[in-house]
């Protein structure tokens, strides 16, 4: 029943990411801030359990269903169709995006220890080592033979590229939400919804939001911090995230 009004007063915001890049710390972020609702939508170009890519009118059909107010986590590419689905219902619309190398060691621990129900995880388990595993989710399959499309990290995150310095989309890095810049990003964050949901009280906003962080009540929580890759690349992961 929900007509443009509604949707122009109380727009459905958007919580897009990379995948393993920070979307559980925006999304609380988003949450403490302001009267939005979690139905549980997951928007994926690509679901983890069946690992094949949704073509983009099935993604606008699930946009066009966003109720107003509604708050959706997403791992969306970019395509037309999705960003002018994403225009129709007034969407604010954030992503989140991290140090690609900080993503491949945060992914190889998530796939091999934690979603055993992701169509890569059984491919991550029969890898021996850890270190082998950043490998793979630097590289790719790259001579694995795998039932998916399974690129090296610079041509997945390629599919999301496009919705970085869009006018209609705000880019957070993960790093400037785990610093000491935090406050700073977090007004940002606060003035882009209320500059496009007609709303006031600033200050307060950006409060809540603050008090709303807490890493340990994300599901998929592993270190949460900037620059674990150094810790962990050797010599070889070095040259080749370089190289990819």
């Given at each position: 029943?929900?007509?443009?009004?509604?949707?122009?007063?109380?727009?459905?915001?958007?919580?897009?990411?990379?995948?393993?890049?920070?979307?559980?710390?925006l999304?609380?972020?988003?949450?403490?801030?302001?009267?939005?609702?979690?139905y549980?939508?997951?928007?994926?170009?690509?679901?983890?359990?069946?690992?094949?890519?949704?073509?983009?009118?099935?993604?606008?059909?699930?946009?066009?269903?966003?109720?107003?107010?509604?708050?959706?986590?997403?791992?969306?590419?970019?395509?037309?169709?999705?960003?002018?689905?994403?225009?129709?219902?007034?969407?604010?619309?954030?992503?989140?995006?991290?140090?690609?190398?900080?993503?491949?060691?945060?992914?190889?621990?998530?796939?091999?220890?934690?979603?055993?129900?992701?169509r890569?995880?059984?491919?991550?388990?029969?890898i021996?080592?850890?270190?082998?595993?950043?490998?793979?989710?630097?590289?790719?399959?790259?001579?694995?033979?795998?039932?998916?499309?399974?690129?090296?990290?610079?041509?997945?995150?390629?599919?999301?590229?496009?919705?970085?310095?869009?006018?209609?989309?705000?880019?957070?890095?993960?790093?400037?939400?785990?610093?000491?810049?935090?406050?700073?990003?977090?007004?940002?964050?606060?003035?882009?919804?209320?500059?496009?949901?007609?709303?006031g009280?600033?200050?307060?906003a950006?409060?809540?939001?603050?008090?709303?962080?807490?890493?340990?009540?994300?599901?998929?929580?592993?270190?949460?911090?900037?620059?674990?890759?150094?810790?962990?690349?050797?010599?070889?992961?070095?040259?080749?995230?370089?190289?990819?």
């Amino acid at each position: 029943r929900a007509g443009p009004e509604d949707y122009a007063s109380r727009p459905p915001v958007l919580c897009n990411s990379f995948p393993k890049s920070g979307t559980h710390l925006l999304k609380q972020i988003l949450q403490g801030m302001g009267p939005l609702r979690d139905y549980g939508a997951f928007l994926a170009s690509m679901p983890s359990i069946t690992f094949r890519e949704r073509p983009p009118e099935a993604i606008a059909g699930k946009i066009a269903h966003l109720a107003p107010g509604e708050l959706a986590a997403a791992h969306l590419h970019f395509d037309p169709a999705v960003a002018a689905a994403l225009a129709r219902r007034h969407v604010v619309h954030l992503f989140i995006y991290r140090d690609l190398r900080d993503v491949a060691v945060s992914e190889a621990h998530y796939l091999t220890h934690m979603n055993r129900w992701h169509r890569l995880h059984r491919y991550y388990r029969a890898i021996p080592t850890d270190l082998q595993r950043i490998t793979m989710a630097l590289k790719g399959a790259g001579d694995a033979v795998l039932p998916y499309d399974y690129p090296d990290i610079a041509a997945r995150f390629d599919r999301y590229h496009p919705w970085l310095g869009r006018d209609d989309v705000l880019a957070v890095k993960f790093e400037d939400l785990i610093g000491h810049d935090r406050p700073k990003a977090v007004r940002r964050i606060v003035r882009f919804y209320l500059d496009r949901c007609r709303g006031g009280g600033e200050d307060e906003a950006v409060q809540r939001a603050l008090a709303g962080i807490d890493p340990g009540r994300s599901h998929t929580y592993h270190e949460g911090k900037a620059g674990t890759w150094r810790e962990v690349f050797t010599d070889e992961h070095r040259q080749l995230a370089r190289r990819i």
